[in-house]
């Protein structure tokens, strides 16, 4: 299984990013697909998550901001970044979890990708 993640960059703040998600390996429509991050000093947390039927769950302090989408054909999970502010700097990451219904812990993902980096400047 493989989760290759893509997108991240050096933007402003206000500005917007689009980060993309490949998975290859798997049966995608046996998983949900989430994104988490990591910033410098902290635990990873919950970003989003989208089920195979599109249900969607985001962290409080993303909601409004930021969208996650899947192309179940394609295989891949974007993450819109919109209104960016200099807290959302952090490595991104993609996870896969083999179950039907949204997740929220870390634990409930199987695979894991590499990250993407996402910068934000004041």
């Known amino acids: 299984v493989q989760l290759q993640a893509s997108g991240g960059g050096l933007v402003q703040a206000g500005d917007s990013l689009r980060l993309s998600c490949a998975a290859s390996g798997l049966i995608f429509s046996n998983y949900i697909m989430g994104w988490f991050r990591q910033a410098p000093g902290k635990e990873r947390e919950f970003v989003a998550v989208i089920t195979w039927g599109g249900s969607t769950r985001y962290a409080d302090s993303v909601k409004g901001r930021f969208a996650i989408s899947r192309d179940n054909a394609e295989g891949t999970v974007d993450l819109q970044l919109n209104s960016l502010k200099p807290e959302d700097t952090a490595v991104y990451y993609c996870?896969?979890?083999?179950?039907?219904?949204?997740?929220?812990?870390?634990?409930?993902?199987?695979?894991w990708g590499r990250g993407t980096l996402v910068t934000v400047s004041s």
């Open positions: 996870a896969a979890g083999i179950r039907r219904t949204v997740a929220v812990l870390a634990a409930s993902y199987d695979y």
